[in-house]
Structures are given as C-alpha cells and as structure tokens.
C-alpha cells in the first residue's frame, strides 16, 4: 500500500500536481522537505528523480521541460539549497521552459530567530518568475489553499515560465499516511489567437511595399509548420531569411552562418544590408554582429511575433504582434504578394562566395578549435539531438552547416556556463534517440555535479573541447590588453579522464586530426555506457586562427 505523507499542506500539493497532470518531479535530498519527497516518490503516476545538487537538479529539469514542452517540478529542502535552484529558474523565465519549483521551508515564527537552513525564502526569485506562491501552515479554508495551488501551476502551464509554491512545514515531518486528498484541476483553456483583420490589412500594406525585408529567426523548437510558412516567403525575392542553428529550420536560401556573411561587410554595404522591415521571432540571438549591425543601421520598422513578450534587441521595436508565429503567419500569407527587389539574390550570392572562402580556409588550416569543429558536425550521426554549451561551442557552430534531421539546443536565455551538462542530461532522458553534448573545458569542469546522475542514458555522448581554458578570452580583444588574461581565461591542466572513472563514462581522447578522426568512429559506436570524446586543441593557437578564418572572408 502506498505510503502518503500524514502533513495536509503537503497532501494538496502532491494532489494538485497530480490533478494538473504533472508526470515528472526532480528532488533533492533533505529533510524539511520529507513530507513532499514521501508524496511524490511513492504515487505510482509520478516519475521522481533524486539529484543531490540543486543547481543540477533544476538545469536537468529545465533539459527535460525544454524537450518535453511539459511542466517538470523541482523539489528541495529548505535554507541555501532554494537558492541554488536561481541560475535554472532565471533561464526557465528567459527561454519559457514551464518549471514548478516547490519549495519545503520552516513556518514563520522560526525565520530569523537563528534556527538553522533558514533563509527569507519568500518571492526570493521575484525579478525572474512568473508568480511566487508562500503558503501559510496554519490555514483556515482548505478550498482558498487548493485554488491558490491549482492558478499556481496553471500559470506555468499557460504561460511557460518557472513558477515558484513555497511550502512551510513545522515538525512531526515523516508521518505518513495510507489516505491522500483528491483536488480538481483548474479548468482554464488557453486564449484563442486573433489579430484581426485591419490590423493585418496593415501590416500587409507595409510589407508589400517594401522592396528590403528581413525575417531573423531565434532559437527556436522544431517546428514543420513553421518550416513550411518559412520557404514561402522565400519565394519573394524582396524577403531575405537569416537564422542560426538553434532556429531548427533549413532550407538552401537561409542565410544560415550570419557572421561569416556580415562580419567582412563595410558601411556602405550594411546600408543596403538594412532592412525597410525586420520581422524577428523566436528566442534569443547569439550573433553580436547583427546586433551590432542593425542598432547601427536600424530597420525603419521592426516587428517582433510572439505571444509572451518582445525583447527590443535592435533599439527600435515598432510592433509587438502577440500571437503565436505559426498562426501569425497562417493569416499573413494570404494577404502578402511578392515584391521585384535585387535584395535576396544580391545576399545569396555573398553568401556562395562566403562559402567557397570558408570550404578553401578549413580545407587548408592547422588543427584548432576551427577544424575541429567542422570535424564534429559532420560526423554526428542523423537524425541526432546535439545539445550545445555556451560561450565559443555555440558561436564555432554557427559557422557550419548542419545536418537538416539534427535538433540544435542550448541555453541561450541567459547565455550562461553553469548548467550547459546538466540541461543536456536532461534532455537526454526525455527522448528516446541519440543525444550528442558538446562543450567547452571550463563550462565541463564548472558543472561537473551534472555526472553526479544516475539516470544518465547510455546513448548519451559528451564531447569536450580542452583548449586549456577560456578560449573565447582570447579572440575578444579586451582581456589580452588588460595584463590579467589569467582571470579571464582561466588557464588550467585538468582533464576529464579521472572524472569518467568516477562516474563510470567510457572515455575516448583526440589531440589532433588523425586521432579525432579515428576516434570518432569508435566514439559514435553504441555502448552500454554513456561515453565522453575529451579533445585537447592548441591554446596558443586557436584565437589566431579563428582571427585568420575571419580575415579571410574579407579578401
């Protein structure tokens, strides 16, 4: 028989999670939050995951929201450990990743009188969640608390964001109970979209007169419907379509490496580079130069389609059209007609003679990072999911093309290093296929913990790139006139050997490319471990040759 907690707070929370269809909860060792770990972990309809350290933990379940567009709860004990669930829930807010965060505390009376792993824990995330919730142990309506419970995470299933439920529970803390509470479901269906029509009369009046459009699409899931609507504007020679890897869309018009195209460009080119109209969606851009680019030359109009929010990226943000893009588009079709322009075709032959520069550079240049990376993305298998770390990974891919069938991710709401392995195991666990990880040395290192994981599938393959620390320092030409480059790029001997050993990875090393080459055929082999390809490249060397690679797009 199972084993409920006997606490009732922690019966409606438990309730309320299965009532919302909540199938996946992560946890974290502690004892405050006992009656919560009982609840879960003992309810048949409930997948929990124990993970030790909170800020892995909330990475991994911020890797399985993002694969499976579902809610995915935290849960951890009180004190410092709540804190150290705040990088994952700041790039749950930034990414729209749906993350429950439920946290046990201490009732009010014992805050701040100097019992221990007490902290304020109340709207502790308040600059970066969509709402907090602070229970009260002593209640007097179980139905006000059930419904305060239920908007709660309602609120994360509609608006996709972290949502934070702070839970106080004083001690008896392991009784339990054979008995759990039922609660209904909040029944709210999302808003229907809409624009209506004179809006959309009006932005097709625009457009159709515009001989200079761009459409730039962030990161982005897979999505076929987007696809298809993509490669019909295509067709409108006066539309030209940048994306980057993560946008997850293809097509051989795509302009799909923008700083390979837009870096050798001078002012009098970025004029005819500047859109009469630039229409943006998706997620965060990595590319610095067309941020650069187009605050410098700014669109007369930019347009930016989601049903959230719109960052003004570009400084100059005209309209944010609140629906979805995929039904935006399904409207705006009907209404747009081709426009006669030079503007697409006098880009893509840039970009063809970008790309006979690029194939001759790589052809011939020594081993770095640059050829390594060619190396890697042509070898992942198809039809795999390649997860990304940040800093110089994300940047080197957007340099290459990849395979159509291959999913790209990475944590680009906030950009950081902190949680690139954990997120990938993450997601790893919530599909069934083949998924690849590559990452930098001081991201692997810095975020080590996230091996500390049993549930780690043995298709999952980690490739680090060991430049000896902090690469990315050294092309930016700050650190290196500064004379403390050493805090910057954080030089290092550390490799990853020892690390596999402990947490039973099967371990395969390169450090050039005739043993990259021949280890990649064993390392793509399946395996009954999880395996990890450690690449060692030239520190000195590489910020050199990615300066060559650049320069020579400029001849």
């Known amino acids: 028989m199972p084993q409920f907690p006997k606490n009732e707070l922690a019966q409606i929370v438990l309730a309320s999670c299965l009532a919302n269809a909540i199938e996946h909860v992560v946890i974290s060792p ?36 993002q694969q499976l567009k579902k809610t995915v709860a935290i849960v951890c004990t009180s004190g410092s450990a709540l804190l150290n669930y705040y990088p994952a829930i700041s790039e749950a807010f930034y990414s729209n990743i749906p993350l429950l965060i439920i946290s046990a505390d201490r009732p009010k009376h014992l805050i701040d009188i100097g019992d221990g792993q007490t902290i304020r824990q109340e709207n502790l995330f308040q600059n970066h969640i969509l709402t907090s919730v602070n229970l009260i142990e002593n ?15 309602n609120k994360v299933k509609l608006e996709k964001g972290p949502v934070h439920i702070n839970v106080p529970f004083d001690e008896p803390l392991y009784e339990t109970s054979e008995d759990l509470l039922v609660v209904d479901a909040l029944i709210e269906t999302e808003q229907k979209e809409f624009v209506d029509t004179n809006t959309l009369d009006a932005f097709a009046a625009s457009w159709n007169t515009a001989s200079k459009k761009m459409i730039l699409v962030g990161e982005h899931f897979p999505n076929d419907e987007l696809q298809k609507q993509l490669e019909f504007f295509i067709d409108d020679p006066s539309v030209l379509i940048l994306i980057e890897n993560t946008a997850n869309v293809s097509h051989p018009k795509f302009i799909n490496s923008i700083d390979k195209l837009i870096f050798p460009l001078e002012d009098n080119e970025l004029e005819f580079f500047q859109p009469d109209i630039l229409l943006t969606l998706g997620g965060l851009i990595v590319s610095k130069k067309i941020k650069q680019h187009l605050r410098k030359f700014q ?11 719109a960052f003004d990226t570009f ?6 059209i609140k629906v979805s893009p995929n039904y935006f588009f399904s409207q705006f079709i009907l209404k747009v007609s081709a426009v006669e322009s030079n503007y697409q075709q006098f880009w893509l032959t840039k970009k063809a003679g970008r790309l006979l520069k690029h194939k001759n550079f790589i052809e011939n240049c020594e081993y ?15 039809e795999t999911q390649l997860q990304l770390s940040n800093s110089s990974v994300i940047r080197y891919s957007q340099l290459f093309d990849i395979h159509k069938s ?30 690849v990880f590559i990452t930098g040395d001081i991201s692997f290192f810095y975020d080590s913990n996230a091996l500390w994981n049993k549930y780690i599938p043995t298709n999952f393959k980690i490739i680090v790139i060991n430049n000896g620390g902090g690469g990315i320092f050294r092309f930016i030409p700050g650190p290196q006139k500064s004379n403390a480059l050493d805090y910057f790029e954080t030089p290092h001997n550390l490799t990853a050997e020892h690390l596999c050993k402990m947490y039973n990875l099967e371990y395969f090393s390169a450090c050039n490319s005739d043993s990259l080459n021949k280890e990649l055929v064993k390392f793509f082999k399946n395996s009954e471990r999880p395996k990890l390809l450690e690449i060692f490249t030239p520190r000195e060397e590489n910020d050199k040759i990615l300066k060559a690679y650049f320069n020579n797009l400029k001849e």
């Not at 669109?299 to 929010?309: F, L, V």
């Not at 770095?368 to 198809?382: C, G, H, Q």
């Open 139 to 153: 209640y007097t309506d179980i139905n006000v608390v059930k419904n305060i419970i239920n908007n709660a995470i």
């Open 406 to 435: 291959i999913k790209v991710f990475c944590n680009r709401g906030t950009s950081g290093i902190d949680g690139s392995t954990s997120t990938a195991i993450g997601a790893a666990c919530a599909v069934e296929g083949n998924t």
């Open 299 to 309: 669109p007369k109009q930019h347009w930016h389609i989601d049903a959230k929010r």
């Open 315 to 320: 400084l100059c943000l005209k309209y944010h």
């Open 30 to 65: 502690g004892s405050r939050n006992a009656p919560l770990t009982i609840g879960f972990s003992n309810h048949p309809s409930i997948k929990t995951y124990s993970i030790v350290d909170e800020r892995c933990a909330a990475f991994f379940a911020v890797g399985m929201a």
């Open 368 to 382: 770095s990072d640059l050829k390594v990376f060619d190396t890697l993305l042509k070898s992942i298998p198809n």
